[in-house]
């Protein structure tokens, strides 16, 4: 499971810098220990805290290398020494809890030291707004939002605490794009020093950060650092956006630097003060200026008085108000009056009110005097104003011109009223209305006025101008049939409003717009250009239609569905899917009609996988499954109608014979397309194994393999594939050959571990979705949901543009999906890809119930003296010198050491490269893990066990070939790379029926891993561990399978003290993460720092010599 990301804010202290703290801590139940050997008396034991402290490690944490690197490796533009290894100390929840608490005082609490990282602001920045999508305002080197967002999602799950600042982050920066950071003066020895801080206007705002506050997750304040003084969640909030405002205005600041214009709008205007604006414009550039007492004094006082005038208007109780009133308000029916901007005093004791806008001129509304809303205007826009009791007041008076002028920033309609002190109210065009309506007023609402807009306006009661699609038969008089069903629809549009068509007359109102506000059937209506064309279309056309396949008429219902049954929903999603027409891109569909029959063939193609079983045909030999008879019978109606699908089948459960099935069902359907012949496209090592399965199972099937420097050519080709009825190629060849491949008009193409296609911008890939064919099937045993766009590629290659072109799919669902975790979102790409992707598991017990168990063991081995004398001799020879080394060199070293590690936990004799293999050498005793194989091996054939032997190392293989003949008495067969693939076919053919005969097959991991069936092996030792346990099942599979009829043992086996232990322990406690990075390679451990290194690599055995640290 991905570790979960923390982060807590940590205020400055005496002689330290505040800064974001960030660890990871690893699920609980992924804590616990496997059960192991007792090797207690061979290991030491370890202390589970660190030196000279009682305060215990808090267990499962992340180790700070490996989140560094991690992190690194998502956002490239942070450096390492902006991420420096810290240690804290905070009270925590037991294990058992997790960190979730809000009570640090509940039973369950402990203190424990923290490991993590320290990222001062501006790294802080950049970290939350990759990870969490945070606009943070700063460019970024890294990958994007959404790559980011996708890494994070399968690494790490964010904490609420990690959220919680990264909202709070936002949250500082819209007060600074809202033009609300301040200055503040500092004095420092010989000048003043600039603190930029927030400036949050009105009691609202501050009742919301309050609010905000109050939300904040206990955990950041269990911190000893955060527990100094009365601090609380509302100064540990405020200390953290004082941080983020000062920071990002410092940059924005210097990047402005000595621009002309900053110096005209930054310093205060004092006549014959040039000298005092240089010396402001070099405090706000560079953040501190010295001056003289004299200048200092001067400069203070001016401070003092432009705040005064830029904010005096804050400092009492009286705030501001804005309402705008639509031309009915004011009396005009028809809707082409003017609209009425007007502005009044908040005062203290109406903020709590809660009384609607009523239309009487008494009482209070919404907490604004009704008596001071009482003004008109004049005609021809000429303003009057009626005094109010704020006119006999000059302090006020004085405040409301002061809040006015703050106002004005944010709204240009605002500014009359500026200009002219006493006005109002101020009427507005429909055009200013508008932008009032959508700029000015979320300005003036983020800046901390009250503003009140007409009732309509809200989200919730505004009306919309949509399209309603109506999907038709084009010949609603043929026959259901599924041929009839792979016919032609056709798509009817109709604009509406709140759902009800619009005639000509609406059109013809909406297509003369001249405004973004179009009054019609006694509504306001917000219209865009886009949806200016759409009426403007359909007048000129009088309505609208296109003519459609049956993948595009299922594109557009899916889209809307909403339940098992597809029953259409206003969904107000955007006509993507189906509209054709450009002009009604920018329209949201307010339902689709569809026909019942094109209902029906969507809820078919959801269940028949479930419900329906096609049994085997005729020139079939052998006997289906019940679950592969439904696969058959899913596969067989989808290619009835003309659509790709995906068999997804977990390994083993049979993929190869249901394609072998679809074949032969087309063959009995006799079209002038059947005669045309199927590719079949897989890697390059299981090619003679379909050949061989072809001849099987269905041995009438005419089978041609085109592969090798032998294949035909062109011509002869073309000649070749009419008497042909399967042609196998490769990945590789298909790329070689596109050309000629793509001549030839296929009837089907299959493609056999489609995950090979999974990069779209792959040349290979290219290559195979170039093909011309009817009809497009896919094969995999690997689960496609890891990466979307894995997903986009295969369905691509099957169903055309089902999903829409890359980009849109990345905008659509990769981005919330991935980088925003949007479930809906997710939820609508599960209904739209799962009628097409077919994936059954071994472990359902609905699929197969007669697969034996499968018992995994790890076997402990201790290093006998001459391995650990070299394994020590390696690590000190080497990390001295890595540590002297920096970037590529350093990486080299390190896998170069890594490497010599694992051959000598297998067998020293693998480092004598030069020293050729012979059959009198005696290899034993100089391994303790190969002496416990021979041990375990002679067991397991005395019990007439088969067992399958893998290695990563090809010398290693050849070691046991040598081995187990001069100890065993015969020598077992190794498939490696260097056997051709004829070859590799007969070793397993003797294997698989030679009984006893061949008791043991010797197989290098990378070759003999994938593509093949060895059901006849009951045991499978695994000698040496693969980094990414993935492909160790993936070898597995060849014999925990169908077919399999005995129980499968699987024995690991693990060197003690070694890095093949810490490894191990690394797979098995930090779950999907570790699986993630050792699935990568080896990358990771070159990240580490060279203390790691030395904990991870050196010995941990009680004979072995004391490595030098």
Known sequence: MPSTLHATWIAASPGKSACLFLWAEVPPADRQEPNRPDRSARMPARKSHHRGSRIPVHPGLVAPAVLRHRLRSLLTDIAQGDLPLAKRTARLPVPDHGVRSHNLHAPGMQDYRVLGLNLAVGPALRVLNGLLGFAAGSSSSGPDAEQAGAALNRYFVPGPDLRYWGQAAEYALALVRAGRAVPFLQAVQGGWQVQWNPWRYGRESNLGFQEFAKCMPGVNLSFADNLVGDRDAASLLANFVNAVVHARMAMVAAAVGTDDRFRQVSAPSRPGSVDAQDQWCRLLVNGIVEAEPEQRRQMQGEWQEWMSRAFGSQSGDIALAFELLDPQATGRADGDGPWQLRVALATDDMWSSSHAWHDGVAGVRNGIAADRLNCGTGSHGEHRARATAADSD????????????????????????????????????????YRFLTKDAPALMGAGFQVHLPVWWTDAERSRLQIHLDVREVDEEHEASAQAAFGEYEIAYALTVDGDPLDNVGLSQIAMAGSPLVYMNEQWLQVN?????????????????????????????????????????????HARFGSGYREFQALEVSGVTVPDRLRTIWQRIRSVAREEERFEPPGFVGTLRPYQRRGLAWLWYLHQIGLGACLADDMGLGKTIQAIALFLEQERTPSPESRRPRLLICPTSVLRNWKRELQRFAPDLRVMLH???????????????RETDVVLTSYGTARVDQAVLGRIHWHTVVLDEAQNIKNPSAKQTMAVRSLRCRHRFALTGTPIENRLLEVWSILDFLNGAFLGSQQDFKRRFIQPIEGESNGEKLGQLQRLVQPFILRRLKSDPEVISDLPEKQEIDVICDLSSEQTDRYARAVEAFLPHIRELDGMRRRGSILALMTQLRKIANHPALLDEDEPLSDNREYGGRSGKLDRFTEMLTESLDGRNKVLVFTTFVRMGQILQDHIARRLGFMPEFISGRVPHGARQQMVDRFQEGGQTCPVLVLSVRTGGVGINLTAANQVYHFDRWWNPAVEDQATDRAHRIGQTRRVQVFRYIMAGTVEEHVDRLIRQKGQLARDILGAGTE??????????????????????????
């Open 707 to 721: 592969h090798g420097g032998g294949r035909a050519r062109q011509t002869d080709l073309y000649a070749r594939v």
């Open 1084 to 1109: 990771w451990l070159t990240e580490l720092s060279n203390e790691q290194l030395y904990e991870l690599l050196t010995l941990h055995h009680p004979d072995a010599p004391r490595a030098l640290p």
């Open 529 to 573: 250009q886009g949806q200016i064309r759409a009426a403007r279309y359909l007048l000129a056309t009088r309505g609208a239609s296109r003519r459609v396949g049956l993948l595009q008429a299922l594109q557009i219902m899916q889209e809307q569905a909403d339940d098992e049954h597809g029953e259409a929903r206003n969904t107000s999603r």
């Open 394 to 433: 000059p302090l006020t008076g004085a405040r409301l011109i002061a809040g006015l002028r703050v106002a004005s920033r944010h709204s240009p309609c605002v500014q009359p009223l500026v200009r002219q002190p006493g006005l109002q109210a101020i009427e507005l065009s429909r055009e200013e209305a």
